[in-house]
């Protein structure tokens, strides 16, 4: 499985930015994808996931400002991020799971 994750950039704090992740290579079902995150100096972090029946799931932090979405027949994962503050700065990670595999990484930076 090869995941290439799109997205990230610089935006001001309170402000928005959506997180993008494509699945190609041997995709099964049912599986979960998602994003964790990596601060600096910091160990990585669950961010949110969502299975393919669309269950989802957030870290307390980012509950009611982050939205993650499925599009299935694409093998996509969406992450709406709204609010967005400066402990949110971080590089994001698209996985796949099982696996998990792991996509390149994706620069978040909110700062004014």
């Known amino acids: 499985v090869q995941l290439q994750a799109s997205g990230g950039g610089l935006v001001q704090p309170g402000g928005s930015l959506k997180l993008s992740c494509v699945a190609s290579?041997?995709?099964?079902?049912?599986?979960?994808m998602g994003w964790y995150r990596q601060a600096p100096g910091k160990q990585r972090e669950l961010v949110a996931l969502?299975?393919?029946?669309?269950?989802?799931d957030y870290t307390d932090s980012v509950k009611g400002r982050f939205t993650i979405s499925r599009d299935n027949p694409k093998n996509t994962v969406l992450l709406d991020m709204g609010s967005l503050k400066p402990e949110d700065t971080a590089i994001y990670y698209c996985?796949?799971?099982?696996?998990?595999?792991w996509g390149q990484g994706t620069l978040v930076t909110v700062s004014s």
């Open positions: 290579g041997s995709i099964w079902s049912p599986n979960t």
């Open positions: 996985v796949f799971f099982p696996g998990p595999y």
């Open positions: 969502a299975t393919s029946q669309r269950n989802t």
